[in-house]
Structures are given as structure tokens and as C-alpha cells.
């Protein structure tokens, strides 16, 4: 994850709190938020005071003392001041949310692109949606802005990465923290929030151009020492198996991935090139990709297996365009991981993604954010 420069201070440790008393019962006084938090009232003053400089809370009234000096001031969120922006470049698609200090997407913009645009109309896109979604001029709010690319996380922070002109750019101008971390992980971080009980171990697996995955634990991303954990993608599956674009053979992405796919539908002579032609050809039942499904549904329960050897995760997200079909490709992992590992991991759910194609954009702008417990139906409120 890589950090550049804010004009903005970082939060008081005790903010969560003090954001999470302000959120169950608003407008309250300073004393009420320092009896409801256990906070003395100076600490929560302390926390207040740059939350209303920035705007992210208001004073919303007076509470009147008749005889004992002045009013005291009742204070609230202002639930429409900008917190974090997220912004996904992954997938054939710019995608862009803006949320508020409890999580809740105040604004989202999305615009796709062929998957093989270069890096220099990407960054226009996201000029372009940025002046689209008429943001204010100025933001004091603003703590950050999470940038998710796709690609290994050893290429995430390179000087010479595509987006580290877009990072210097969002800096400028926005004043604000950027951080870049692989889109993959902020998509699973949003879904890990979004669980209807808070699960303490989410594994989300993502199939798309390439295939990647992500643990989220106790509502952290889990990155390892070196930045790679979760490279489910290059594990290998077959053996030798196909080449892949890593140099090695038989990884998970040379099964799984949707290029992969529509390259084995068309080694048996099914001429499909899109995702909508996959589709089509999915929903007709005549079962000519079958074999196809097969080979990617036993490629992902291999990775899966390993994976929940070694994570043992509450649940397992699988998303991609592949899933977006249909439950094919799903029931079949399913089955697979159940024979494989379900008398040892009997607790594991496997399941789709609940979150829209957002996911991403909604992850990279969460960590800046106290979001609110989740309802069970989506991150946003
Ligand atoms: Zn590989």
C-alpha cells in the first residue's frame, strides 16, 4: 500500500467512538458523547474540534440551560460532507464512489472501456468522471482517496506503474492522501464489511482478465509480509498445464480467467470472443461449454482447497464475469470443494459476491471511513 503526502491530519485515535456515538443517537452534546463513550470530556472535545473545522460534523442546535451560563452545543454528522473517494481502474471499466464518514456512497460514476484501452485513456476517464460527478471545489473532509489497479502486488508501487501519474495527479489536486492497493483486495474488503455478520475471516476470489483473491480478517486486509498474500491466481492447478503470462505453467488464471475461458470455448470450436457471447451461449442449456466449465470448476476447487487448508475462512466470495452467468460454474466449485474439504472444513460457505460491480471502487474509499455495521444487504446505506 503506498502512502503520499495530506494536507490533512490524521485522525485522533479516539474518533471511531466518538464518529460511532455520533452515528447511533444524533445530534448530541459533547457531555452526551463523553457519557456514551467513556471518553472524558476533554478527549472529546479534542476529537470535535478538527471534525468540525473540516466539516465532517455540524452543530445542529443549542441545548439550553435556564440560569446555568450559556448553551451547549448539540452536534451531528453532516451525512452529505465527502470522506473518501474510491476509484477502480480494473476490468474494462472506470468505476468511482464517493462516501461519507460512516461508509454510505454519497456518489457513483462508472464508464466501461474495452479491457486493452491503454493507460493514457484510462486517466483521462477518470479526469472526465471526476469533472462528471460535479464534486465541490473544495473538499476539507477529504482524508483520502484509495486507487485500485488490477495486476500483482509487486507491481502495485513501481515508479514506472501506468497509474503513479494519476497518484501525483489526485494528490495535487485534492491535497489528500492517495493509497494504491490491487483492486481485488478492496473489492473483497467491501464485501467482508457487507456480510450480513460481521465474519472474521472472508476469502474472495475474483475472476476476470486475470484471476486474483484476497483474505480480509477482523475487518483488515491481509497483505503478508511482502505484499502477495492471496495470489490465488497463480497457484498451479494442472500439471504442466498452459503457459501463463507469469512464465510459469498450469495456474489457476490459464483455467479460470475469462480469456482462458473464451480461448478453450474456441479451441473446441464454439466461436464466442465476448463475455456477452459466453453468456448467451450459457443461458442456450445446450451444454457445449460444459467441458470448459468443468476444467475452470476443478482448476478453482484445487486453489480452493489449498486455500482453506491453510486460511480456514468463515466464507469464500467467488465473483467474475463467469459467475455473472449463472450458477453453473458456482454449483459446480461447490461440489468439488464440499467433496474435497467439507468434512474437514464443514463451517466454510461458498458463495457469489453480494456487491455490484462497485465493489472495488466502494473498498479503496471504506478505509478512510467508519463504516456502519452492516444490515446484511449492502454496504451502502
Ligand atoms: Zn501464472
Same mark, same amino acid.
Given at each position: 500500500?503506498?502512502?503520499?503526502?495530506?494536507?490533512?491530519?490524521?485522525?485522533?485515535?479516539?474518533?471511531?467512538?466518538?464518529?460511532?456515538?455520533?452515528?447511533?443517537?444524533?445530534?448530541?452534546?459533547?457531555?452526551?458523547?463523553?457519557?456514551?463513550?467513556?471518553?472524558?470530556?476533554?478527549?472529546?472535545?479534542?476529537?470535535?474540534?478538527?471534525?468540525?473545522?473540516?466539516?465532517?460534523?455540524?452543530?445542529?442546535g443549542?441545548?439550553?440551560?435556564?440560569?446555568?451560563?450559556r448553551?451547549?452545543?448539540?452536534?451531528?454528522?453532516?451525512?452529505?460532507?465527502?470522506?473518501?473517494?474510491?476509484?477502480?481502474?480494473?476490468? #474494462? &471499466?472506470?468505476?468511482?464512489? !464517493?462516501?461519507?464518514?460512516v $461508509?454510505? +456512497?454519497?456518489?457513483? =460514476?462508472?464508464?466501461? /472501456?474495452?479491457?486493452?484501452?491503454?493507460?493514457?485513456?484510462?486517466?483521462?476517464?477518470?479526469?472526465?468522471?471526476?469533472?462528471e460527478?460535479?464534486?465541490?471545489?473544495?473538499?476539507?473532509?477529504?482524508?483520502?482517496?484509495g486507487?485500485?489497479?488490477?495486476?500483482?502486488?509487486?507491481?502495485?508501487?513501481?515508479?514506472?506503474?501506468?497509474?503513479?501519474?494519476?497518484?501525483?495527479?489526485?494528490?495535487?489536486?485534492?491535497?489528500?492522501?492517495?493509497?494504491?492497493d490491487?483492486?481485488?483486495?478492496?473489492?473483497?474488503?467491501?464485501?467482508?464489511?457487507?456480510?450480513?455478520?460481521?465474519?472474521?475471516?472472508?476469502?474472495?476470489?475474483?475472476?476476470?482478465?486475470?484471476?486474483? #483473491? &484476497?483474505v480480509v480478517?477482523? !475487518?483488515?486486509?491481509?497483505? $503478508?509480509? +511482502?505484499?502477495?498474500? =492471496?495470489?490465488?491466481? /497463480?497457484?498451479?492447478?494442472?500439471?504442466?498445464?498452459?503457459?501463463c503470462?507469469?512464465?510459469r505453467?498450469?495456474?489457476?488464471?490459464?483455467?479460470?480467467?475469462?480469456?482462458s475461458?473464451?480461448?478453450?470455448?474456441?479451441?473446441?470450436?464454439?466461436?464466442?470472443?465476448?463475455?456477452?457471447?459466453?453468456?448467451?451461449?450459457?443461458?442456450?442449456?445446450?451444454?457445449?461449454?460444459?467441458?470448459?466449465?468443468?476444467?475452470?470448476?476443478?482448476?478453482?476447487?484445487?486453489?480452493?482447497?489449498?486455500?482453506?487448508?491453510?486460511?480456514?475462512?468463515?466464507?469464500?466470495?467467488?465473483?467474475?464475469?463467469?459467475?455473472?452467468?449463472?450458477?453453473?460454474?458456482?454449483?459446480?466449485?461447490?461440489?468439488?470443494?464440499?467433496?474435497?474439504?467439507?468434512?474437514?472444513f464443514p +463451517?466454510?460457505?461458498? =458463495?457469489p459476491?453480494?456487491?455490484?460491480?462497485?465493489?472495488?471502487?466502494?473498498?479503496?474509499?471504506?478505509?478512510?471511513?467508519?463504516?456502519r455495521?452492516?444490515?446484511?444487504?449492502?454496504?451502502?446505506a
Open positions: 500500500m503506498s502512502t503520499t503526502g495530506s494536507n490533512h491530519d490524521p485522525a485522533h485515535p479516539r474518533e471511531a467512538e466518538v464518529i460511532e456515538a455520533l452515528r447511533t443517537s444524533r445530534p448530541i452534546t459533547r457531555a452526551a458523547i463523553a457519557e456514551a463513550t467513556g471518553l472524558s470530556r476533554t478527549t472529546v472535545s479534542a476529537v470535535i474540534a478538527p471534525l468540525l473545522e473540516e466539516g465532517t460534523v455540524v452543530v445542529a443549542h441545548e439550553d440551560h435556564p440560569g446555568r451560563g448553551p451547549t452545543e448539540r452536534i451531528e454528522i453532516d451525512l452529505d460532507a465527502i470522506s473518501a473517494l474510491g476509484i477502480d481502474l480494473a476490468h #474494462g &471499466a472506470v468505476r468511482i464512489a !464517493a462516501l461519507n464518514i $461508509g454510505d +456512497a454519497l456518489t457513483t =460514476g462508472s464508464r466501461e /472501456h474495452p479491457e486493452d484501452l491503454g493507460w493514457e485513456e484510462r486517466l483521462g476517464i477518470v479526469r472526465e468522471l471526476l469533472e460527478l460535479a464534486l465541490p471545489a473544495a473538499m476539507p473532509s477529504l482524508r483520502g482517496v486507487l485500485g489497479v488490477p495486476g500483482p502486488a509487486a507491481f502495485l508501487h513501481r515508479a514506472d506503474a501506468p497509474w503513479q501519474r494519476l497518484v501525483d495527479d489526485l494528490q495535487g489536486r485534492f491535497g489528500a492522501e492517495v493509497r494504491v490491487n483492486t481485488t483486495r478492496y473489492a473483497a474488503f467491501a464485501e467482508h464489511l457487507a456480510a450480513p455478520r460481521r465474519d472474521r475471516i472472508t476469502l474472495h476470489v475474483r475472476c476476470y482478465q486475470g484471476v486474483g #483473491g &484476497a480478517r477482523e !475487518a483488515r486486509i491481509d497483505r $503478508g509480509a +511482502a505484499g502477495l498474500a =492471496g495470489e490465488i491466481g /497463480h497457484l498451479q492447478v494442472e500439471f504442466p498445464g498452459a503457459p503470462r507469469c512464465g505453467r498450469g495456474c489457476l488464471e490459464t483455467v479460470a480467467s475469462t480469456p475461458v473464451l480461448a478453450a470455448c474456441r479451441a473446441l470450436g464454439l466461436g464466442l470472443h465476448t463475455v456477452e457471447q459466453l453468456h448467451q451461449e450459457l443461458a442456450s442449456g445446450r451444454g457445449r461449454v460444459d467441458p470448459v466449465l468443468t476444467r475452470a470448476a476443478e482448476g478453482l476447487a484445487h486453489a480452493l482447497v489449498l486455500a482453506v487448508t491453510m486460511v480456514d475462512p468463515e466464507e469464500i466470495l467467488l465473483s467474475g464475469d463467469l459467475f455473472d452467468a449463472g450458477d453453473a460454474l458456482l454449483d459446480r466449485v461447490r461440489g468439488l470443494v464440499a467433496r474435497e474439504a467439507g468434512a474437514r +463451517a466454510v460457505r461458498l =458463495g459476491g453480494r456487491l455490484s460491480s462497485d465493489a472495488g471502487a466502494l473498498g479503496a474509499a471504506l478505509p478512510f471511513t467508519h463504516p455495521p452492516s444490515t446484511g444487504r449492502t454496504v451502502i
